[in-house]
């Protein structure tokens, strides 16, 4: 796993006017896409998450992609999004959001308990927070920087 990277006669030279920025995002005329992906031995790639919604607990990479792959797994479950919190002693702390489905009830304790079975301690949401329906753009993008805000919030 690692940030996919492009360059090539296609690939912008950076943002207009906006040095800081380009410089975040080019090096040495490779454009650092910003998704985490692995490419496999067919030589394919795949785009797994986003740099950006990768959490740092206790200095390790956890990719929110990977716990919501589990929890979509458990009975009544219709959606999920994985977000970081700020945590104290280990940086931070996962935090699910989870959307059951139409008449379903989802019992938070043995979510936690059925992921903790399936991931690492560290990657194991500190909580789950049952919700009517995710945020979304108008392309259906979750927003999970709106969830972020929902959860500094409360």
Same mark, same amino acid.
């Given at each position: ?53 990768? $959490?740092?607990?206790?200095?390790? %990479? ?5 716990? /919501?792959?589990?929890?979509? #797994? @458990?009975?009544?479950? +219709? ?15 996962? $935090?699910?959001?989870?959307?059951? %489905? ?5 019992? /938070?304790?043995?979510?936690? #308990? @059925?992921?903790?079975? +399936? ?36």
């Amino acid at each position: 796993m690692g940030e996919i990277c492009v360059r090539g006669g296609n690939v912008m030279m950076g943002y207009w006017d906006n040095p800081e920025e380009t410089a975040k995002v080019m090096r040495g005329g490779w454009l650092l896409t910003g998704d985490i992906g692995y490419r496999d031995a067919d030589g394919y790639y795949f785009i797994t998450d986003r740099k950006k919604d990768m $959490l740092l607990v206790n200095g390790i %990479n956890v990719y929110p992609r990977e716990i /919501e792959e589990v929890i979509y #797994h @458990f009975p009544g479950v +219709k959606e999920a999004a994985v977000i970081g919190i700020p945590d104290a002693r280990k940086g931070e702390q996962s $935090l699910a959001f989870v959307v059951a %489905n139409d008449g379903a009830t989802v019992d /938070e304790k043995a979510l936690i #308990h @059925f992921i903790k079975e +399936k991931l690492a301690d560290y990657k194991v949401p500190k909580r789950v927070k049952m919700i009517a329906a995710l945020p979304r753009n108008a392309t259906g993008k979750v927003l999970k920087t709106q969830l972020r805000q929902d959860a500094t919030a409360g």
